[in-house]
């Protein structure tokens, strides 16, 4: 509340929307950080999350979808949005994130204080250790543990597969090499 000019007699009462605006960036270490994606969150008409990341893509930011709900009314939301970059001028899906929004009244603040992140007091609710792979993402210094955190867990049947039809192909055309002319020359009729 405040009065719009100093000569007003009565205080005006400015509201605004509680939006929340989320930006991921990249962290460089010896160039500029990179900007990678945002997700603007309208507290009052909230975009129901996706409960897996696999089920997480732009259709939940769809406008025209009927599941909006109020983190107000619901005063408690848990899982996947999508994070935009729109720079191209198409929005492209960027990134995932995984959120936990609580909305609590000033006395449940002072009963269950928390921490900034997973600084203490790591309660209400309690912060885990995020679960990154074990890779460094530099391709080149480990490449064999990159493929295993990367590509073999979602397409290890693929590859399987692939290698044992390869190796079938491969008995099949060194088992046609090996039969003897005169075989050949009784399959394909050729006299002799």
């Not at 994606?37 to 893509?57: H, I, Q, S, V």
């Not at 960027?94 to 909305?103: A, D, H, Q, S, V």
């Not at 009963?111 to 391709?139: C, H, I, M, V, Y």
């Not at 290890?156 to 090996?178: D, E, M, S, T, V």
Request: hydrophobic fraction near 40%; include cysteine.
């Amino acid at each position: 509340k405040k009065k719009e000019h100093f000569w007003s007699y009565d205080t005006t009462e400015l509201t605004i929307p509680p939006v929340l605006n989320l930006q991921v960036w990249d962290n460089d270490k010896f160039s500029a950080d990179d900007f990678l994606g945002a997700l603007t969150l309208d507290l009052n008409r909230l975009y129901k999350p996706a409960k897996d990341p696999d089920f997480c893509t732009l259709d939940i930011l769809d406008d025209e979808s009927s599941n909006a709900v109020s983190l107000f009314e619901m005063k408690r939301v848990k899982g996947w949005w999508p994070c935009v970059n729109v720079e191209g001028g198409d929005p492209e899906l960027t990134g995932k994130i995984e959120l936990e929004l609580e909305i609590l009244t000033e006395e449940e603040a002072r009963e269950r204080p928390a921490g900034r992140g997973r600084e203490e007091p790591n309660e209400n609710p309690k912060l885990d250790p995020p679960q990154r792979p074990e890779t460094s993402f530099l391709w080149f210094s480990s490449p064999f543990r990159t493929f295993k955190n990367i590509i073999w867990r979602k397409s290890k049947w693929y590859i399987i597969g692939a290698l044992l039809l390869i190796c079938f192909i491969i008995f099949l055309l060194l088992f046609l090499w090996a039969m003897p002319s005169a075989v050949w020359a009784r399959l394909l009729r050729i006299p002799g």
